[in-house]
C-alpha cells in the first residue's frame, strides 16, 4: 500500500524516553521535521540521542507519535515510528490532509494585501539557534520578504523575529518566508520585532534548565502549548 508522504520543514518537539519508557522531561526540545511518511520521519535537532533510542514526537498540526532513532542525518536523525497498521493508515490520512492544506495556502499567499511595517528591523532565528539582523522588505498575513546575507535553501524552517514559518522563495538580495499560519494584520508587525536580547542569548544552550522554555515560548508557542496524546504502540 502507497503512503502519503510530506517533505518539508515542520515545527516539532522531541521527548526522549528513558530505558524504562518514560519521558525525560529536562531533555524536552524544539525541532524541525523535514520529512514525514507513515513509517519514517526526518527531523533536524540539536538533541543528543543514541541508536535505538526511543522519544516522542510532536508535530504541529499533526499529532504526537513514538518513535525510535533508525539512523543519524546531518543535522539530526531518521526516526522510525512505531505505529500498527491502524496507526499508519491514520498517520497516512493526516499527512495527505496536511500536505492539501500547505499546497492550498501557498496558492492564495498572493491574496493577502503586502506593506512595509514602521520597524524594518528584525532578526532570523534558524532552527539550531544561530541568528542573523534581517531588513524587512514587506509583510503580510501570510508571510514576510527579508534582505539578509543569509540565502537559506527553500523549504528550510525558520522564524523571522517571532514568526514561524519556512522559506519559499530567494530574491536577488534575501527571500521570502511564508508563515505557519495566517496571522492577525494587526499585530503581525509586533510579533516580527527581534527577540528581546535577554531571550536570544539563551538560544544557542536551549538544553539547560529553564532556559529552553525562553525558546518554547517565543518561537514555538503553539508546539508548548499543545498537551501530547494519547500514542499508538505497536502491540
Not at 499529532?63 to 497498521?85: I, K, M, S, T
Not at 492539501?100 to 520597524?119: C, E, G, I, M, Q
Amino acid at each position: 500500500m502507497q503512503h502519503a508522504r510530506f517533505i518539508g520543514g515542520i515545527a516539532s518537539r522531541v521527548t526522549p524516553l528513558d530505558e524504562a519508557d518514560r519521558p525525560i522531561l529536562s531533555a524536552v526540545s524544539p525541532c524541525w521535521t523535514r520529512s514525514i511518511s507513515p513509517l519514517v520521519a526526518v527531523i533536524a535537532c540539536s538533541n543528543r540521542l543514541t541508536r535505538g533510542q526511543k522519544l516522542i514526537v510532536q508535530l504541529a498540526d499533526i499529532g504526537g507519535f513514538l518513535g525510535q532513532v533508525e539512523r543519524f542525518v546531518e543535522g539530526g536523525y531518521a526516526v522510525r515510528l512505531l505505529l500498527d497498521d491502524a496507526g499508519r493508515e491514520k498517520l497516512s490520512a493526516k499527512i495527505a490532509w496536511y500536505r492539501l492544506r500547505v499546497l492550498h495556502a501557498s496558492a492564495d499567499n498572493r491574496t493577502y494585501k503586502r506593506w512595509r511595517p514602521a520597524n524594518r528591523h528584525s532578526v532570523v532565528l534558524l532552527a539550531d539557534g544561530k541568528t542573523a539582523p534581517c531588513l524587512v522588505l514587506d509583510v503580510s498575513a501570510s508571510g514576510v520578504a527579508v534582505s539578509s546575507g543569509l540565502k537559506p535553501d527553500l523549504g528550510t524552517p525558520l522564524a523571522i523575529g517571532q514568526l514561524v514559518g519556512k522559506v519559499v522563495r530567494h530574491l536577488d538580495d534575501g527571500f521570502a518566508v511564508q508563515f505557519q499560519s495566517i496571522q492577525d494584520e494587526r499585530t503581525v508587525e509586533r510579533m516580527l520585532l527581534p527577540i528581546a536580547s535577554q531571550h536570544t542569548s539563551v538560544l544557542t544552550s536551549v538544553g539547560k534548565a529553564g532556559e529552553s522554555k525562553v525558546l518554547v515560548n517565543h518561537v514555538t508557542q503553539d508546539i508548548a502549548a499543545t498537551e501530547l496524546p494519547a500514542l499508538v504502540r505497536t502491540p
